[in-house]
């Protein structure tokens, strides 16, 4: 008898998150470098941006390889949806996904593209701006192609839903995606770079967080609005918000996504006008956690929505 397997089960939902994780974080990584770094006016700038320029790359590679990976187990758990559990790996039923489908177009877009950004990624220098702008090039394209399949490209007028999709996803990179490499590989690089006393490390992260509050305050205006676009799309009024399965789903990333507006505020009214004080830099350490564990959870509920039915459906 065939098992059954869809594009709702856990395996897909979770191949679906990681590869939401690997757009939002290589969109973040770039975020970072332009938006925030380069805006940086703290003690020993060029230092930090060169320290910073040293160890994304690495991050960047991660995530493609990441991303490669996920396009892999994406294909084959497509099969699996398709064909069922108990029906082999073919020659025939690969070829049918790839070249005779619309999905097939989107996954030879985002594995391409993957695999263009971890060739690419060994290969960034502090000052080589076409490498960087290549792989920027290269990760936009791996993002864009993440909304062809699913609830966009069923829509009315899919190139409108696809972009307002790919904006979302902009907005998340932009705002969470940047805070997770600012809290992994910024504050750390200004953390470690040689220093005259303590003091200085304090004055650094409070410069970094004061570049950083700017670029996130648009891209977390740009990620309200396109999910509020999107949810009044899908949902075409506020009844079917409690009252269908996919209308649910959405409440319960909204409940994490008020944590992380509410960790954000935090960080924005309480924390960052203390910064520069050791005390104030313990507590961002904690709320930008707190923000980044509920993001993570947006994430994988995402995941989730991506498959369920609309209402009506």
Same mark, same amino acid.
């Given at each position: 008898?065939?098992?059954?397997?869809?594009?709702?089960?856990?395996?897909?939902?979770?191949?679906?998150?990681?590869?939401?994780?690997?757009?939002?974080?290589?969109?973040?990584?770039?975020?970072?470098?332009?938006?925030?770094v380069a805006r940086y006016v703290g003690p020993d700038a060029e230092g930090v941006r060169?320290?910073?320029?040293?160890?994304?790359?690495?991050?960047?590679?991660?995530?493609?390889?990441?991303?490669v990976a996920a396009s892999v187990a994406r294909l084959i758990a497509q099969h699996a949806a398709v064909f069922g559990t108990d029906v082999a790996l073919s020659r025939d039923a690969v070829a049918t996904l790839l070249f005779r489908s619309g999905w097939g177009k989107a996954w030879w877009v985002?594995?391409?593209?993957a695999v263009t950004i971890t060739w690419i990624a060994p290969r960034l220098?502090?000052?080589?701006?076409?490498?960087?702008?290549?792989?920027? $090039?290269?990760?936009?394209?791996f993002v864009t192609s993440q909304p062809w399949s699913g609830h966009p490209a069923a829509a009315?007028?899919?190139?409108?839903?696809?972009?307002?999709?790919?904006?979302?996803?902009i907005g998340a990179g932009g705002w969470l995606g940047s805070l997770a490499l600012l809290t992994a590989v910024a504050i750390p690089a200004?953390?470690?770079?040689?220093?005259?006393?303590?003091?200085?490390?304090? $004055?650094?992260?409070?410069?970094?967080?004061?570049?950083?509050?700017?670029?996130?305050?648009?891209?977390?205006?740009?990620?309200?609005?396109?999910?509020t676009v999107t949810a009044w799309r899908h949902l075409g009024g506020l009844l079917p918000l409690w009252q269908s399965s996919y209308g649910r789903t959405l409440l319960l990333k909204l409940g994490f996504l008020s944590i992380v507006l509410a960790a954000g505020a935090y960080n924005w009214r309480?924390?960052?006008?203390?910064?520069?004080?050791?005390?104030a830099t313990v507590r961002l350490r904690?709320?930008?956690?707190?923000?980044?564990? $509920?993001?993570?959870?947006?994430?994988?509920?995402?995941?989730?929505?991506? $498959?369920?039915?609309?209402?009506?459906?």
């Amino acid at each position: 008898m065939e098992s059954y397997f869809s594009v709702e089960s856990p395996t897909f939902v979770a191949i679906r998150a990681v590869l939401s994780v690997c757009s939002i974080g290589l969109l973040g990584a770039f975020a970072l470098r332009w938006g925030v770094v380069a805006r940086y006016v703290g003690p020993d700038a060029e230092g930090v941006r060169a320290a910073v320029d040293e160890r994304l790359p690495r991050w960047i590679d991660w995530l493609g390889i990441a991303a490669v990976a996920a396009s892999v187990a994406r294909l084959i758990a497509q099969h699996a949806a398709v064909f069922g559990t108990d029906v082999a790996l073919s020659r025939d039923a690969v070829a049918t996904l790839l070249f005779r489908s619309g999905w097939g177009k989107a996954w030879w877009v985002a594995t391409l593209a993957a695999v263009t950004i971890t060739w690419i990624a060994p290969r960034l220098r502090p000052r080589s701006g076409v490498a960087w702008v290549a792989a920027a $090039a290269a990760t936009l394209l791996f993002v864009t192609s993440q909304p062809w399949s699913g609830h966009p490209a069923a829509a009315d007028v899919p190139w409108l839903a696809t972009s307002i999709q790919l904006l979302h996803l902009i907005g998340a990179g932009g705002w969470l995606g940047s805070l997770a490499l600012l809290t992994a590989v910024a504050i750390p690089a200004a953390t470690r770079l040689e220093v005259a006393d303590s003091g200085s490390i304090d $004055a650094r992260i409070a410069g970094l967080v004061r570049a950083f509050s700017p670029t996130a305050l648009a891209f977390a205006a740009l990620l309200a609005t396109t999910g509020t676009v999107t949810a009044w799309r899908h949902l075409g009024g506020l009844l079917p918000l409690w009252q269908s399965s996919y209308g649910r789903t959405l409440l319960l990333k909204l409940g994490f996504l008020s944590i992380v507006l509410a960790a954000g505020a935090y960080n924005w009214r309480r924390v960052r006008p203390a910064l520069g004080e050791p005390r104030a830099t313990v507590r961002l350490r904690r709320s930008s956690l707190v923000e980044l564990t $509920a993001a993570s959870l947006i994430v994988v509920v995402t995941a989730v929505l991506v $498959a369920s039915p609309m209402p009506g459906e």
